[in-house]
């Protein structure tokens, strides 16, 4: 164990919980945080020194408790990794006002309310925000309006911490996952379409929660000391080909 807190969101299932693990490895101090109170509580079993705290991020007044009870049970905060989100995906033509809604009072609105309310503990600290977008914030794709639109912002929002928040020691980094083997890739994503991802990626396979959270752990640990306002694409090359023709790469 060591004094450094980490403060992860979205931390019931999936990339946040293995992020979570990993830092809970590491001798940590770990806050889980999950508007999913049932869930929260497996989680929270699995990581014996973890507080669990039940909190939606897109609600002012929860952020607030919940920030407060991290200060009141640790008196710091190093490092935030703000992974909550939804994954709404439908064309633009049936996107009314209400499901845009939804997605951005998670996806962005959460970062921005978790990132100001932890700033007061992170400066003490000179600690780190790691934020999580996606590869659909770097390139566009069908039925992602909404989805991709929130994680392109917080991409930018995360630029937009790094540049204001040098001056209090805060590092801002953004993290864009490409498909990954989640339990909800695997329940939605037919055969068809993983074929399709699968010959679309350099590396020909998917990745996985826990590739994603050592990246995620390396940019808010120390060994990533001098790195801030970067956005990197742990997704198997995916970004990098473009719209290139697959049959091109045989």
């Known amino acids: 164990m060591n004094d450094t807190v980490a403060l992860i969101t979205g931390a019931a299932r999936g990339i946040g919980l293995a992020t979570a693990a990993l830092l809970h490895a590491e001798g940590r101090r770990v806050v889980i945080l999950d508007r999913d109170a049932e869930e929260l509580a497996v989680a929270a079993a699995t990581l014996p020194r973890a ?6 991020v897109s609600i002012p007044q929860q952020v607030a408790q919940a920030v407060a009870e991290v200060e009141q049970t640790f ?23 209400a499901r845009w809604r939804r997605v951005m009072e998670t996806n962005l609105d959460g970062v921005f309310l978790m990132s100001q309310a932890c700033l007061a503990l992170l400066s003490a600290q000179g600690g780190s ?15 992602r ?33 490409g498909p990954v083997d989640t339990k909800l890739a695997l329940a939605v994503h037919s055969p068809e379409i993983r074929a399709a991802y699968h010959e679309a990626i350099p590396l020909n396979r ?4 826990q590739e994603i959270a050592h990246v995620i752990c390396f940019l808010a640990s120390d060994r990533a000391s001098y790195v801030t306002g970067q ?20």
């Open 51 to 56: 507080l669990a705290i039940t909190c939606d």
């Open 75 to 97: 008196g710091r905060l190093d490092i935030l990794v703000n992974n909550a989100g939804v994954a709404d995906f439908g064309p633009l033509a049936e996107t009314d006002f």
């Open 129 to 143: 925000i790691v934020n999580i977008a996606s590869i659909s914030g770097l390139r566009a794709s069908t039925l």
């Open 145 to 177: 309006v909404a989805y991709g639109t929130s994680k392109a912002a917080v991409i930018h929002l995360t630029k937009q911490q790094a540049a204001e928040l040098g001056e209090v020691g805060i590092r801002a980094n953004c993290v864009c996952p």
């Open 206 to 209: 998917y990745g996985s929660e």
């Open 231 to 250: 956005v990197v694409a742990s997704d198997g090359g995916f970004e990098a080909t473009g719209v290139g023709l697959p049959a091109l790469r045989d």
